[in-house]
């Protein structure tokens, strides 16, 4: 069945009336019947298919759409408005009621005038009704009100700056409770968690659901709980952070107070649940964003970098750049030490270079490189001058032609000694 939701005021609620064959857009002006009579009315929602028995019964049809007359009877209601609430106020003020006048509101038809007002007891205004009926000549009503509705009629900005929801958008009041601030925390001063009206704000059920449901899953207080660092008693949760507090009886005897969030915990008995592994990839980036400086270099730079720590992690570059392999450290290109009767080869000979083919020492590869496929080894060939098996030992192990005085002197093997004479001993 189609209806269409039509809106009496800014802020009011949305009824529902038959469009006939009529066809409306949102904001089109309408005249329907309803309990007071015919009323003009705004369109808040257009035509749409809605189960019968989501509608009260009967459902009243449109009369029809609001002409440019209707319009102009609207704007004439509007401006009499104010004069008529001016004259309601004065003839409050003779009568000497107690009572606050909020607004009047005119008919379509101008057959009736109804004032609205608050007041803290009943009111006998019989009189002043009197003295309204023989000013404007018409049906006087009046209708007290709640501070509630009085707010949502005038309207204002509430303590979070905004307009108040009651005349921005709520249709209708909801029941709130001083169990809701309790709930969620905050600060029970009147002055902190009421509105315009007086009452509570109608924004603290806003969030309701959600409390009760985290406090629903959350362990409850004074219970005896399985953290990861053994069982403990439940004695706060943060609905917020959603985090427990647990009190500990440490092995030492010792009492300590520590906050685990609620899906680490268990009952005792059960096992406590699995956390999960943190993923290497978002630690990359982590510690890429906790140093901006590198981020900054140009590209161009990155691969020199790269390139030199890589070669500053090259154990055969430190040892040139110390001038020797030093005590203990092991031989390069991973050569056997040398045995009884043999003398090693000096450092020259010793950094020989590699036959071709031969991979190169693995350097350091910049994140997300694959490595090489590992590739087999080329035999090596034996150099020339180097002594072959079943030959005698040369001195030195030096090649033939060539004297080697390396081992002669003090001064360290891989040194070469300086052309010219030997300097003479003093005795």
């Given at each position: 069945m189609k209806v269409i939701g039509v809106r009496f005021k800014s802020s009011g609620r949305i009824y529902y009336f038959d469009p006939l064959e009529f066809e409306f857009c949102e904001g089109d002006g309408v005249i329907v019947e309803t309990a007071r009579g015919q009323e003009f009315g705004e369109v808040a929602q257009i035509a749409m298919d809605v189960e019968e028995t989501a509608i009260v019964s009967p459902l009243k049809p449109v009369v029809r759409?609001?002409?440019?007359?209707?319009?102009?009877?609207?704007?004439?209601?509007?401006?009499?408005?104010?004069?008529?609430?001016?004259?309601?106020?004065?003839?409050?003020?003779?009568?000497?009621?107690?009572?606050?006048?909020?607004?009047?509101?005119?008919?379509?038809?101008?057959s009736k005038l109804v004032f609205y007002f608050t007041a803290d007891e009943r009111v006998d205004f019989r009189d002043l009704v009197k003295d309204l009926a023989s000013q404007f000549r018409t049906r006087i009503e009046l209708r007290q009100i709640g501070v509630?509705?009085?707010?949502?009629?005038?309207?204002?900005?509430?303590?979070?700056?905004?307009?108040?929801?009651?005349?921005?958008?709520?249709?209708?009041?909801?029941?709130?409770?001083?169990?809701?601030?309790?709930?969620?925390?905050?600060?029970?001063?009147?002055?902190?968690?009421?509105?315009?009206c007086g009452r509570l704000m109608c924004c603290l059920q806003y969030e309701q659901s959600s409390y009760e449901e985290m406090r629903r899953r959350m362990p409850h207080v004074n219970r005896e709980i399985l953290t990861p660092d053994g069982i403990g008693m439940v004695i706060d949760n943060n609905v917020i952070t959603e985090k427990t507090k647990v009190r500990i009886n440490l092995?030492?005897?010792?009492?300590?107070?520590?906050?685990?969030?609620?899906?680490?915990?268990?009952?005792?008995?059960?096992?406590?649940?699995?956390?999960?592994?943190?993923?290497?990839?978002?630690?990359?980036?982590?510690q890429a964003a906790a140093v901006p400086e590198r981020a900054a270099q140009p590209a161009e730079a990155k691969p020199a970098m790269e390139n030199a720590a890589a070669q500053e992690h090259n154990p055969d570059y430190k040892r040139r750049r110390r001038g020797g392999r030093g005590k203990g450290a092991p031989r390069p290109n991973g050569a056997a030490p040398a045995q009884e009767g043999e003398v090693a080869l000096p450092n020259a000979q010793a950094q020989r270079p590699r036959p071709a083919g031969q991979p190169q020492q693995q350097q350091r590869r910049p994140d997300g490189q694959q490595p090489r496929a590992n590739q087999p080894r080329p035999q090596q060939q034996p150099l020339?001058?180097?002594q072959q098996p079943g030959q005698p030992p040369r001195q030195g192990n030096a090649p033939e032609g060539q004297r080697n005085n390396n081992n002669q002197r003090r001064g360290g093997v891989n040194r070469p000694r300086p052309n010219g004479p030997a300097p003479e001993k003093k005795e």
């Open positions: 759409p609001a002409s440019d007359q209707d319009n102009t009877m609207r704007e004439q209601n509007c401006a009499k408005e104010g004069d008529a609430f001016r004259v309601c106020q004065q003839k409050i003020e003779q009568h000497k009621l107690d009572m606050r006048l909020v607004s009047a509101e005119y008919s379509f038809n101008g509630r509705d009085e707010a949502k009629m005038l309207g204002g900005l509430g303590p979070c700056g905004r307009v108040v929801c009651c005349k921005q958008f709520l249709d209708d009041f909801h029941p709130v409770s001083i169990k809701m601030a309790k709930e969620q925390n905050l600060s029970l001063s009147p002055t902190k968690i009421s509105g315009l092995p030492d005897g010792s009492i300590e107070m520590r906050e685990f969030h609620y899906t680490l915990l268990a009952k005792p008995g059960e096992q406590l649940p699995v956390q999960p592994q943190q993923n290497p990839q978002a630690e990359q980036n982590a020339a001058g180097a």
